[in-house]
């Protein structure tokens, strides 16, 4: 007799989830052969062998007025997943990340019978806590990245396991610098500096003038310094390109990269990362950073009313203090971000410091996550 065949529908919104829906699918290929995946994802989860219906590229926005900007489009791609789901019901969904996108659509499938796994919990522990209630309605299971967060879902009654984060899986616990720098021809004795923007083009936009003019001061006291700016996409690369040429900076020591963010964190000394998964990326790679972003006022202010921490970078959360700097919206001028680059890379002593602080929560986070997440997942497809 033939075996049924197992369809899953996935969704990912951004670079970040891409990453780990093609672990995720990769383990639950190797427990369950021939599962087929359907829904939204970017290129690692075609990679694995999605079935892509709409491009990730369309939900990659953050902010409420970017959203705003782009309501219709976003509603109507989530209504004609609804549609197709419902029509071509798999036998289970996955929300991976994404949850102002997944959340109602999780909604409406678990209402008609298809279990919805919700893999990375939203930071109801950050802002929005009130989404509790709606992710209990929507959520069959909830796989958390960060070890704080299974009590706030038990304590809802929402079924949750930890699994890590994957990041911690995939990088080295002492990542190879000489050998990095020798592959990438930067001289041992080269003051490096990371600039990481972003993946999305908003991020980049609202970006790259400052991080090109913090170089610049960066320059006038480290003449030697050079800059390496790692970019996701064509399209995020052009957005650069065109600020260095309104800045006047090409011939400015930055070299631009087409991905390459893991490498360019571990040749560089400092990183000068935009809030997001990169921060905990150049963490679990022991490099010392400061934390910049920025997003239209409107936006800032609204979600600074409702936030309920200090502190927005990942490695500061985790670690439930500022152990790296933050420069947000205002104060992210160029001086201000040069001076505190400057001031932490000179300062072996709390370099030294945050390595160690870094390793510790490499340990904590390395829970071979791709396979606990794809065995809390198992029970719910059917055996034959």
């Given at each position: 007799m033939q075996q049924k065949k197992i369809v899953i529908g996935i969704v990912a919104g951004e670079a970040s989830g891409d990453l780990l829906?093609?672990?995720?699918?990769?383990?639950?290929?190797?427990?369950?052969?021939g599962i087929e995946f359907v829904g939204i994802g970017g290129p690692k989860?075609?990679?694995?062998?999605?079935?892509?219906?709409?491009?990730?590229?369309?939900?990659?926005?953050?902010?409420?007025?970017?959203?705003?900007?782009?309501?219709?489009?976003?509603?109507?791609?989530?209504?004609?997943l609804k549609n197709y789901f419902l029509s071509n019901r798999p036998d289970?969904?996955?929300?991976?990340?994404?949850?102002?996108?997944?959340?109602?659509?999780?909604?409406?499938?678990?209402?008609?019978?298809?279990?919805?796994?919700?893999y990375v919990s939203p930071s109801i522990w950050a802002w929005r806590g009130e989404r509790i209630n709606k992710i209990k309605r929507a959520v069959s299971h909830m796989l958390a990245l960060f070890p704080h967060e299974p009590e706030l879902y038990r304590q809802a009654g929402v079924p949750v396991d930890y699994v890590g984060h994957p990041l911690a899986d995939m990088l080295p616990e002492?990542?190879?610098?000489?050998?990095?720098?020798?592959?990438?021809?930067?001289?041992?004795?080269?003051?490096?500096?990371?600039?990481?923007?972003?993946?999305?083009?908003?991020?980049?936009?609202?970006?790259?003038?400052?991080?090109?003019?913090t170089a610049k001061l960066i320059l006038q006291q480290?003449?030697?310094?050079?800059?390496?700016?790692?970019?996701?996409?064509?399209e995020t690369r052009a957005i650069f390109d065109q600020a260095l040429y309104d800045c006047e900076a090409r011939d400015m020591p930055i070299t631009l990269l087409f991905g390459h963010a893991?490498?360019?964190?571990?040749?560089?000394?400092?990183?000068?990362?935009?809030?997001?998964?990169?921060?905990?990326?150049?963490?679990?790679?022991?490099?010392?950073?400061?934390?910049?972003?920025?997003?239209?006022?409107?936006?800032?202010?609204?979600?600074?009313?409702?936030?309920?921490?200090?502190?927005?970078?990942?490695?500061?959360?985790l670690c439930e203090r500022f152990v790296v700097p933050e420069l947000i919206q205002e104060d992210a001028t160029p001086e201000k971000l040069a001076k505190a680059l400057l001031d932490l890379v000179n300062d072996k002593n709390a370099v030294m410091q945050l390595e160690e602080t870094f390793r510790a929560l490499h340990r904590t986070l390395r829970q071979n996550t791709a396979q606990k997440a794809a065995a809390a997942i198992l029970p719910y497809l059917p055996t034959a």
């Open positions: 829906g093609s672990h995720l699918m990769a383990a639950l290929r190797e427990a369950r052969p989860m075609q990679a694995v062998g999605m079935n892509v219906l709409f491009p990730m590229e369309k939900l990659a926005v953050r902010g409420y007025v970017e959203v705003l900007l782009h309501y219709r489009e976003i509603t109507g791609i989530r209504r004609k289970l969904f996955i929300a991976v990340d994404a949850p102002d996108f997944n959340l109602d659509l999780e909604l409406a499938l678990k209402a008609s019978g298809i279990p919805t796994i919700h002492f990542p190879k610098r000489a050998e990095m720098r020798e592959t990438m021809r930067i001289p041992p004795q080269a003051r490096v500096f990371a600039f990481l923007p972003g993946s999305r083009q908003s991020e980049v936009k609202y970006l790259a003038h400052t991080y090109i003019e480290e003449p030697d310094a050079r800059f390496l700016v790692p970019l996701i996409s064509r893991q490498d360019a964190m571990i040749a560089a000394d400092i990183a000068l990362v935009a809030s997001g998964t990169a921060t905990l990326e150049c963490a679990l790679l022991k490099r010392p950073m400061v934390i910049t972003y920025k997003m239209p006022t409107l936006s800032w202010w609204m979600i600074k009313r409702k936030r309920y921490q200090p502190y927005c970078g990942l490695p500061n959360i």
